[in-house]
């Protein structure tokens, strides 16, 4: 009489991925302790931080004293290293430095003046930064503000979920509309981020198109208290 043996391993790797992880590849090696069937290697690849690994064991035997080994290799996504000194190098485009942690940035004010309210406000006569040929800007890494700014400037780089949050930070502090849209729109289309995080970036940062897809893809006969909490936020 044919008796089978399902097997299935879920895979969380939410953690991982938050990490720079964005693929595990390995082997589980599955044995039975009387040799009722030939050890089985199966082969695994992830993709996705959370998925589910199912096999299927021919057998003849009405009980199994199973166990499994196993070797996995997490892959890190290459990252696009963008040098900053390179990207506030000197040019003919830009007429004023920013200097940030000690470092001098040289950047164009009316760009910066078209992309942010903030830096309109600091190079214009009303303020005394505005006549400086160099600026310092305080309480912020240099890094993080050429985060900032190779998300516009000059070759765009896109967001990704272990950079969507700082962006929106320095894109709150500093008044960049256009970065907080395009980060939303990473969220909406291309993040693996839990949902409860992406809710409490949607309220925090004020993303409506984020939470409009949360609204709609809830529905009020599942929960009708907090659908009600939620289109009461408006």
Same mark, same amino acid.
């Given at each position: ?19 720079? #992880?964005?693929? $595990?590849?390995?082997?589980? $090696? ?5 040799? /009722? ?11 996705? &931080?959370?998925?589910? $690994?199912?096999?299927? $064991? ?11 080994? /196993? ?6 996504? @290459? ?16 007429? &004023?430095?920013? #200097?940030?942690?000690? *470092?001098?940035?040289? #950047? ?31 309480? #912020?890494?240099?890094?993080?503000? %050429? ?11 896109? @967001? ?16 960049? @509309?256009?970065? &907080? ?14 949902? *409860? ?8 940062? %004020? ?12 529905? @009020? ?14």
């Amino acid at each position: 009489m044919e008796s089978n043996v399902y097997l299935n391993w879920k895979f969380d790797w939410d953690k991982l991925y938050m990490e720079g #992880v964005d693929r $595990i590849t390995g082997h589980i $090696i599955v044995k039975e302790r009387n040799d /009722y069937f030939q050890p089985k290697h199966i082969e695994i690849d992830l993709t996705k &931080t959370k998925q589910t $690994i199912m096999n299927k $064991i021919n057998g003849h035997h009405s009980e199994y004293s199973v166990s499994f080994e /196993y070797s996995l290799t997490p892959h890190y996504a @290459p990252t696009e290293n963008v040098s900053y000194d390179a990207l506030f190098a000197p040019s003919h485009l830009n007429d &004023t430095i920013l #200097v940030i942690e000690g *470092k001098k940035i040289h #950047v164009s004010k009316a760009f910066l003046s078209y992309q942010s309210e903030y830096f309109e406000a600091l190079f214009s006569k009303n303020f005394k930064e505005g006549s400086l040929s160099e600026i310092e800007i305080k309480e #912020v890494s240099y890094d993080d503000f %050429g985060l900032l700014c190779s998300i516009f400037y000059p070759n765009p780089q896109f @967001p990704n979920d272990r950079t969507a949050e700082k962006l929106l930070i320095m894109a709150r502090r500093f008044l960049f @509309p256009s970065v &907080t849209a395009i980060v939303e729109y990473h969220l909406i289309h291309n993040s693996k981020l839990k949902k *409860k995080k992406m809710k409490r970036l949607a309220d925090e940062f %004020g993303m409506p198109k984020l939470r409009e897809k949360f609204i709609r893809q809830m529905s @009020p006969l599942d929960n009708p208290r907090k659908f009600k909490r939620i289109r009461g936020d408006f």
